[in-house]
Nanobody
Framework: QVQLVESGGGLVQAGGSLRLSCAAS????????MGWFRQAPGKEREYVAA????????DYADSVKGRFTISIDNAKNTVYLQMNSLKPEDTAVYYC?????????????WGQGTQVTVSS
């Protein structure tokens, strides 16, 4: 059974940093893409960033470029999202996703989410 378990969320002041982790288990994830999405109250779930399993390809939403960095530790089956210069509008539940391709992440496996709250 595939499991994606996020951690690292919390409350931080604007301008601060957090690092989210997503531990994947239950299958072989080689040749899979991993990604992060977020959903704020009353809004649709939106794409944040993605990475290929080998780490050679990364992609970011315009709203987080230059502030967030996605990375992967294949030995630990874990994907990270380093979030710097956080803004109140980054407040959301952050979800990890896995799928054979970046383009199909929304229809892949999902974690349960971790809350990130940025105070002004």
């Amino acid at each position: 059974q595939v499991q994606l378990v996020e951690s690292g969320g919390g409350l931080v002041q604007a301008g601060g940093s957090l690092r989210l982790s997503c531990a994947a288990s239950g299958r072989t994830f080689s040749n899979y893409a991993m990604g992060w999405f977020r959903q704020a109250p009353g809004k649709e779930r939106e794409y944040v960033a993605a990475i290929s399993w080998g780490g050679g390809t990364t992609d970011y939403a315009d709203s987080v470029k230059g502030r967030f960095t996605i990375s992967i530790d294949n030995a630990k089956n874990t994907v990270y999202l380093q979030m710097n210069s956080l803004k109140p509008e980054d407040t959301a539940v952050y979800y990890c996703a896995a799928a054979p391709m970046i383009a199909t992440l929304r229809s892949g496996y999902w974690g349960q989410g971790t809350q990130v709250t940025v105070s002004s």
